[in-house]
């Protein structure tokens, strides 16, 4: 079956990644039509960074590639879950995840929320060594 | 130590439900900063739904609610992963997950992308019966 993505007015979609390993989400940024490609014709997790403004290939800098065994789509194909095997940590902080920090209280207004965290994640790397 | 969540221009963030018995990523949808209180507050997981422009429960006319054990920020804080304990099915269409197709191929243009999927999850309930 041929399923359309369906990529925002930015022409990006949410990308997911988990370690199929550890079942852990490490992270979640955006993907491009061509870095969906990339990421199927390679099987290395390719994604669009916004702050750049270009396609990125996950730990072309720091080695911490991620090789995808598989890409799953949403039931509105508006986002996409990357299934890969994590080499090294995939957060630029050390972290194996990037979502190493637990929410233990919020407080909302009409336009934010400021959250009180703890850190539970387990830093994997240094990167003053990694990110020269 | 306190962290403002980086809403986009929508005022809204990516929020990634993961059931913690299975492990499994089950949706991605998007918190309002109301959302993100609500979720604290009542343990039950709430996103903000951009189709119906409203909060919502997810579950709510289902039955199929997400017992909210833990939320986590990422590294950016624009992005919440919530660890649930989720009843039922999270998609819409009956499936555990409404990550249930895997993709098999890839065409990209410079704006789009059509991809070729296969069914892979598992169907838990009839829509037909819960949505009437």
């Known amino acids: 079956m041929d399923v359309d993505i369906a990529f925002d007015q930015d022409g990006l979609v949410p990308a997911v990644a988990q370690d199929v390993t550890t079942g852990e989400v490490v992270m979640l940024a955006y993907a491009s039509p061509e870095a969906v490609e990339q990421t199927h014709?390679?099987?290395l997790a390719h994604y669009y960074s916004r702050s750049r403004e270009e396609l990125w290939q996950k730990g072309a800098t720091s080695g911490n590639v991620q090789h995808v065994?598989?890409?799953r789509v949403d039931?509105?194909?508006d986002a996409l879950l990357y299934l890969v095997d994590q080499e090294g940590g995939a957060c630029h902080t050390g972290?194996?995840?990037c979502f190493y920090r637990s929410v233990e209280d919020v407080e909302a207004t009409e336009t934010g929320a400021t959250?009180?965290?703890?850190?539970?994640?387990e830093r994997v790397f240094?990167?003053?060594e990694v990110y020269e």
Chains 1, 2 share one sequence.
Do not use: I, K, Y
Not at 115 to 121: A, H, P, R
């Open 69 to 71: 065994e598989e890409v």
């Open 95 to 97: 972290h194996e995840s």
């Open 126 to 128: 240094d990167p003053d």
């Open 41 to 43: 014709e390679t099987g």
């Open 75 to 77: 039931c509105d194909a």
């Open 115 to 121: 959250t009180e965290v703890t850190d539970v994640g």
